[in-house]
């Protein structure tokens, strides 16, 4: 094959073969090993014309799954006439070379193809870069297999004043174009990260933040559409969002808080694309309240949820409180599905996110997180502050006010919540509490938990 075939990683429009290695450690679904990367790959564009599986106790060094069942996918490229054959594993660069000259066609790994879902569908200038980074780490090492001009260039006569003698590797002038474009794509999302930073912890200061979490096509964006009314495009595809959205979220009796619909997860996202994704990630790292979605109709949903507790883990998530919403509970049809989520996850919240049942309540439990401790507290507001006396008269609960104490300020006895508390500390000009007493704690987590939590310690 050809190395301009190889450096075109998209899958659009070809036919396609898969292939899996069931491993003692594989965390692919025992029944239906491809199930998943035939989603990817229909999302990505290709047809997919054949599978192949394969168990082994561990993968060959030379060819991944061994000469002998490389030259069976061979034959079947020539049957299929297939395009492309894609492995639900990351390959070595060498196992990369050895497999495609056997089967003289494009070979893609799961990283690639993931890689190349995410270039089609990166629409912000932040995402674009996120994914222009992950996918030239990804090629950095693997330069030598991929492209056809490694001849050495300036040897001879012919080279010009200063390039004569052995010249430089066509291969070595490649990898410092790429580390020079990943120096620049690190700078430029460096100023991305701390321009997004600003921005949420300034959100953090006056308004309450949702993140919307969860394995890829749960139903996060449909729950996000019924909970703020919004229209974010929705497909029944792998990674519809990559974009995060941020949305105003009416939690009843005058209190907002902001919402955030995030990128998807998927089983073994690779640890570079994590990485490289954590400026979108910036939402669920610091938001006060996760909603953890999951799809329960799914018959991977328990590996899925195992899934994205370890992505969760790994980006800094393991403190933050968390809320379960098992979706699409009503489509479970045998009692002994509804009982185990329902046995293994009681302070789960149930919903269907397409035909809104459960939101209001999800949003009652939502309030009561964000609310926290009550008080009772004295509070003294300059008179000129109409922004914090507004703010205090409508979020609290006023019980009587003083006028004549001090004649350039007003004295209120108040029953308020602490998130509201903190927020009038930046809502008002100069407010002084007098008096804080605490009546009752606020929400435990009745219906939620700490992310590091969240999995029972009795399931594997």
Known sequence: M???????????????????VILP?????????????????????ATVVDRV???RSSIDSGTFIGRGKVSEIAELVKHHNADVVIFDHDLSPNQLRDVEKICNCKILDRSELILDIFATRARTAEAQLQVGLAQLEYTYPRLRHMWSHLERIGAGAGAGVGARGPGEMQLEIDRRLVREKVSDLKKRIAEVQSRKSREVASRRETHFTVSLVGYTNAGKSTLFNTLTGAKTFVEDRLFATLDTKTRRWKLGEAHWALISDTVGFVR???HHLVASFKATLEEATHADLLLVVLDVSDTRAWAQLKSVHAVLLEIGC?????????NKMDALTRTEDLTFWRTRFPQAMEVSAKQGTGAARLADVVRQHMLGDLFRVTVALNLADTRGITFLEKFSQVQSRDYDSNPESVTFECRISGRILEQMYHQADHAQVL??????PGAELMHGV?????LPQDIP
Do not use: C, H, W, Y
């Not at 050809?2 to 899996?20: H, P, Y």
């Not at 008096?435 to 009752?440: A, E, F, I, T, W």
């Open 268 to 270: 073994d996202l690779p």
């Open 25 to 45: 450690n594989s965390t692919a679904d025992v029944d239906a090993p491809l199930d998943e990367l035939a989603s990817l790959a229909k999302t990505a564009g």
């Open 450 to 454: 700490f992310i590091k939590d969240l």
């Open 318 to 326: 393991a403190d933050q409180q968390a809320i379960l919403v098992l």
């Open 2 to 20: 050809t190395g301009d075939k190889r450096m075109e990683l998209s899958v659009r429009s070809e036919r396609a073969i898969l292939v899996s």
């Open 435 to 440: 008096k804080k007493r605490r009546l009752k």
């Open 53 to 55: 599986t394969q168990q």
